[in-house]
């Protein structure tokens, strides 16, 4: 059960803070139907997030860990470093802030805040078996060696961060840094904008764009396929094959 010294503390937010949430989620959400991917459509609403009011850590833990056994964890207000985000990972404890971005940022933040973390990831996490998927990140991590820990945070990266999927036969956002960022949303279906097939090589080598959008973006063909690129990555790279 989640305790309180695992979760960021709730500071006492402006009314612009406060406002600067209300008015993400309301653009973000009024495109949601039309791009985002039917997993976050039906994991949101069991969020119950307030559209006015910047989210209560404690009580959205305690939410998510009734319906997949999640919990949140502490960011600490920066990157963790990738040993620290794995661990928690690995103990399915997601990691968030609860710094909010500035108003000057509305359209994309450098630094993740808690308005892409809540918006953009807990959706998922609702979910059971993307939970048990996810959470193979973790061990697999740390079995593996300095380039292969890379990879896999690279292969983390293009599938839950910046994924797209396919859906009948249309694309739609399925990663955390598409749904809570408009900027970056209009890049990845931009018509000039790259979109590839996911190549489990080329993603695991392909250095990541913390602090600017990407240049190209990886299509995920259901929510299994990112089991089938741990396990196919697992395999490849004579690592423990997740049972999952
Ligand atoms: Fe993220």
Known sequence: MTTIDTLPTMPNY??????????????????????????????????????????????????????SGWTLGDAE????????WF???????????NYIRKPQDL????????????????????????????????????????????????????TTEFGLMREDDQLKAFGAGLLSSIGEMDKAFAPETPRLPFDIRRAATMPSAVYEMHQVYFILDDLEHIARIIHAYAHDEGLPVPDC
Do not use: C
């Open 14 to 67: 402006t009314e612009e803070d406060h406002t600067t949430w209300a008015t993400l989620y309301a653009r973000q959400m009024e495109r949601m139907p039309a791009f985002a991917s039917r997993l976050f459509l039906e994991g949101f609403p069991k969020l119950q997030l307030d559209p006015q009011r910047l989210p209560d850590p404690q009580v959205v833990s305690e939410r998510l860990h009734a319906l």
């Open 107 to 158: 359209e994309f933040t450098p630094l993740p805040d808690l308005f892409h973390e809540y918006f953009g990831h807990l959706a998922f996490f609702t979910n059971r078996r993307f939970g048990d998927i996810a959470q193979t990140f973790g061990p697999l991590y740390f079995a593996g060696d300095e380039r292969q820990r890379l990879e896999i945070a690279r292969l983390w990266w293009f």
């Open 87 to 97: 661990a928690h990972i690995a103990e399915r404890r997601f990691p968030v802030t």
């Open 77 to 84: 207000n920066e990157y963790l470093g990738p040993d620290e």
